[in-house]
């Protein structure tokens, strides 16, 4: 078995959290254990650069712009984001000034040496050590590799959560809170204020916060945790103002202005995400690091980020999308609207059993669609039959139950002709297998 299958293999016997259906929250995450860990280790998020982003929606695609960003600019910079869609390298990247791969949809993945390598590092002081999880070892793995590869920042999101996320071992130098809204509400609370003191649990003594417009619930408690971390709060909406019209849209920041910029990200929801991102890049000129104007402009325009309304193919549309709360559904429809036109929607829809499944389908039952139920092969996946009980009264379009997403594929390509579109969404799971499957029959 080669060094890098081991290496799997060792990595999969690790409890990952992203499959479990039901665990206890505050045993399960524990940030001090991570920074025992970290310890043992030396520490190696010490010395790194790091921007650190938080949020219930749009966080990786954040993380993405402000990544390419700096990269233009110059620098090189590790990109640490979950899950992945495809193969859990893509969670470890660094993007390079100058790369041969510019333009890959996840160019600067960690190589099979290169995790082969550090997971033979790690596994001494991991059997050590004890009981970890795979996010855990993953986050430390990623911290590993950022500092052995001299990466000048590291940009780097939360799991679920923010306070006890093994992602906060380490400081920062910006942190954003993205868009916040009902999630893992079993997990982090039942409110939005419940929700945003997990979240805001990033934000560290005189920190710089970058915050996306919020609900005034989560609002109040984001102010809140600044005034008592005596930390620099900049909100989109007051000291960062985004003007759009039509796909261009210029931003008014706290330092500069920034005129005629545009994205390949489809939806008015990249817009304000990509406005987060121009004020977390802002806000590292307090620390010395300044981006022109011209930077801006090109790293947000060659920004990818796959499975977020992402386009396979044309006549018919297939649309990839890993909305997978009522809010998001709501901004993907509005995209939807504005970016595409079609005579008829096939919907290949699945879910995790923690999500809001309800207000998805609420949402999605105004596209007349015909529905395609699936499951991804994950022990948290929803089956498909129990889907069926928020879809069938929705109205008169056909709904069809699959067992697999491969089934689904098959399902949605037989009933879709060349004028309408196929939208999959509900579990970047089901995004990612699905993706997986139109490469290999497409």
């Not at 402000?66 to 193969?87: E, I, K, N």
Request: charged letters at 25%.
């Amino acid at each position: 078995m080669s060094g890098y299958r081991k290496a799997v293999e060792y990595l999969g016997s690790f409890v990952n959290y992203e499959r479990v259906n039901r665990y206890p929250y505050k045993k399960a995450f524990s940030l001090n254990r991570m920074k025992d860990f970290l310890r043992i280790i030396g520490n190696p998020q010490e010395g790194l650069k790091i921007i650190h982003v938080a949020g219930s929606k749009g966080k990786g695609s954040v993380c993405a712009f402000t990544a390419y960003v700096l990269r233009q600019a110059g620098f090189s910079v590790g990109l640490y984001t979950s899950p992945h869609l495809s193969d859990f390298r893509e969670r470890i990247r660094i993007l390079r000034p100058f790369s041969a791969n510019t333009g890959l949809p996840f160019e600067g993945a960690i190589s099979r040496d290169s995790l082969a390598r550090l997971t033979a590092f790690l596994k001494p002081a991991i059997e050590k050590f004890g009981q970890l999880s795979f996010f855990e070892v993953y986050t430390a793995l990623a911290f590993l590799h950022f500092r052995s590869k001299g990466v000048d920042f590291a940009v780097m999101e939360t799991g679920m959560g923010g306070r006890l996320d093994a992602t906060n071992a380490a400081a920062s130098l910006v942190c954003g809170i993205t868009p916040l809204s009902y999630e893992h509400t079993r997990y982090l609370g039942n409110t939005l204020a419940m929700i945003a003191r997990e979240k805001s649990g990033i934000i560290k003594k005189h920190a710089l916060v970058i915050s996306a417009r919020q609900p005034e619930e989560a609002a109040r408690v984001i102010r809140r945790k600044c005034a008592i971390m005596r930390a620099r709060l900049f909100t989109v909406g007051r000291e960062i103002k985004c003007f759009a019209r039509g796909d261009r849209f210029s931003v008014q920041g706290a330092r500069g202005y920034y005129p005629g910029l545009k994205i390949k990200l489809l939806g008015s929801h990249q817009i304000s995400n990509a406005c987060q991102a121009v004020g977390i890049v802002e806000a590292l000129g307090e620390h010395g690091f300044e981006v022109s104007v011209d930077c801006l402009k090109k790293g947000l325009y060659n920004t990818l980020w796959p499975g977020r309304i992402e386009v396979l193919r044309r006549n018919p549309y297939i649309v990839l999308d890993g909305a997978q709360n009522a809010a998001s559904v709501s901004a993907l429809k509005t995209a939807l609207r504005d970016n595409f036109k079609y005579k008829r929607i096939i919907l290949v829809f699945g879910s995790s059993q923690d999500k809001d499944i309800k207000g998805m389908a609420r949402e999605l039952s105004s596209l007349g669609a015909d529905i395609v139920l699936t499951c991804a092969d994950t022990p948290r996946a929803a089956e498909p039959v129990q889907l069926k009980g928020y879809f069938a009264s929705k109205g008169k379009n056909a709904v069809d139950v699959t067992r697999s997403v491969k089934e689904a594929f098959f399902t949605a390509l037989h009933k879709a002709r060349a004028e309408d579109l196929v939208l999959v969404t509900g579990s970047l799971f089901v995004v990612g297998e699905f993706r997986d499957v139109y490469r290999k029959y497409s």
